[in-house]
């Protein structure tokens, strides 16, 4: 039986729309899975139990937008994440886990990457495999409307498989690598409900979690 600890949801992004997004494509990609869906302060404790892959769609601030903002992954969590991956575990960073986490930390250092910015307003965003395979299985071109995440990767170090574009420029939108005995996915879109459920963005999450049991 499969283990997958999911983090979903903060305050600009609603936990529902996610977890039912990666539920539908769960409930058709793999067989023999126990879903343990989890909040920051209990994140830590399930994590030590070592699940089969581990899933961060949230961002690192608490409260946003309040004067003192909090943070909720500390060092220690980040050492465990780099421990847990590195002795086997399969870790899928989406959306907001890229977001606002120590550009120079444990954490973006293992994930390879991280969100700098996307403009105020959703548009619509292309996103493509450049004309390749995504593992090995299909091609990739389709627009939504969306947040154009704009991102650092340290495209050197990890395997660039999606690419997005808009009327604000290019930037990288998924990537994977190993490391250690375990591997680490990134998956920039999608924001809002119609995007998460877009046909085309449900064939391109499916593989995304093919590829963690992979």
Known sequence: ???????????????????????????????DWILVDTTVEDFESFLDQQPTVVVIARENRINPEEKDVK????????????DYVQNGGR??????GLASYPENGVYCSLVKGYFKYHPDKQKLVRYHSDGKLVF???????SILDEHYFVYCDEKSTNVYLYSESEDG????????NFGKGKV????????????????????LKMVVEELFD
């Open 1 to 31: 039986m499969k283990t997958i600890l999911t983090l979903f949801g903060d305050h600009y992004h609603d936990r529902e729309n996610l977890f039912n997004a990666f539920r539908t494509v769960l409930e058709v990609a793999v067989k």
């Open 170 to 177: 290019k930037s990288l939108a998924g990537w994977w690598h």
């Open 71 to 82: 943070y909720w992954m500390t060092q220690q969590i980040e050492e465990k994440i780099k």
């Open 136 to 142: 090995g299985k299909q091609k990739v071109n389709f």
């Open 91 to 96: 870790l899928f960073v989406w959306h907001s």
């Open 185 to 204: 996915v990134v998956l920039t879109p999608a924001h809002s409900k119609d995007g998460l459920f877009d046909e085309n963005f449900q064939i391109l």
